[in-house]
């Protein structure tokens, strides 16, 4: 079966184990199946079996099928799975990975500052007219959900320290670090918060660190360092699939829907009003059909990142 489109990580790392795959104990199993994904853990790396027009991660590996087609594979949870050559093979499914139509680069490269980035990600925001993370910032309200609710403290309490240490040039050095401590264990904090595959807070903090990588030099150094260290440290907080999601980050590999936001939106430094409500449209549609609230949550991250972390 040929793939419609993959990620060159999920290509790094399936040529990586095509040349450990005589090591005895390397662990090769089906992780978990899903209506249309079905999660494979290689080696300890999780790669998703996605069916067509799905949104496309770094772990992704999109097949010709639908939904129907997915399920006559006919994959169980104890379905073999092995490498042979160019080949991966599972139940009694032969994929191959060196005929793949498309591959993106999932790597999120640095790019310049670009004014119109917030603005844009706050329109997209007011557009998605979805819940999640997002109801944090569109309103003061104390929302009725825990999870929220939680969550709505933390930020409430990280936008002061953040409003604290941008005032707060003469602080002495042991004082800014000790706010730096508490910005981050504040923010990490948020991973693991809400429901679902992706929890909310995992989402958010993705769409943090997509800032760190895309404008680093928008950013106190330190602080990049620090919360990226601290999210590490709190990576188990979450479910396996979503701390996939937050190891990639990490590294600076994301969703095509991310890599493409910053790619529209920064490289030629185009202004809000200049910009083709067509494409507005288009980076609308990629990140709604990222789950439930999980691109608009993404979005969430990066757009409190830029109006609170960038003035440190």
Known sequence: MDILQTSMYTIKTFNRLKSAKLRPNIDLYVHSIYERTINLMLDGQLIALQIADSPVSPISIILPLDETGL??????????????????????????????????????????????????????????????????????????????????????????????????????EPTKSNQLTKLCD??????????????????????????????????????????????????????????TFIDCALRGQF??????????????????????QDKIDNLLDSFLDIGHTSGIDTLTGIYWSMTHLSKI
Request: with cysteine; proline share 3%; charged share 20%.
């Open 71 to 172: 399920d006559r594979l006919k994959i169980k949870s104890n379905s073999p799975v092995s490498i042979d050559g160019t080949n991966l093979l599972v139940g009694e499914n032969i994929i191959s990975l060196d005929r793949a139509y498309d591959v993106y680069d999932d790597t999120l490269y640095e790019h310049t500052c670009s004014s119109s980035l917030k603005d844009v990600v706050w329109q997209l925001i007011i557009a998605s007219d979805r819940d999640g993370f997002s109801t944090l910032i569109k309103s003061q309200n104390t929302p009725d959900d825990i999870a929220l609710s939680y969550a709505k403290k933390k930020l409430i309490d990280a936008e002061s320290i953040c409003n604290t240490m941008m005032s707060g040039n003469s602080a002495d």
């Open 186 to 243: 504040l923010l990490s904090g948020l991973i693991g918060v809400g429901t679902g595959l992706t929890p909310s807070g995992d989402d958010f903090m993705t769409g943090v660190l997509s800032t760190f990588k895309a404008l680093p030099q928008c950013f106190n150094h330190k602080l990049i360092s620090a919360l990226s260290n601290s999210v590490c440290s709190r990576r188990n907080n979450t479910n396996e699939i979503s701390s």
């Open 255 to 276: 969703s095509k829907a991310i890599i493409d936001l910053y790619d529209s939106l920064c490289l030629d430094n185009v202004q809000s009003p200049g910009i083709e």
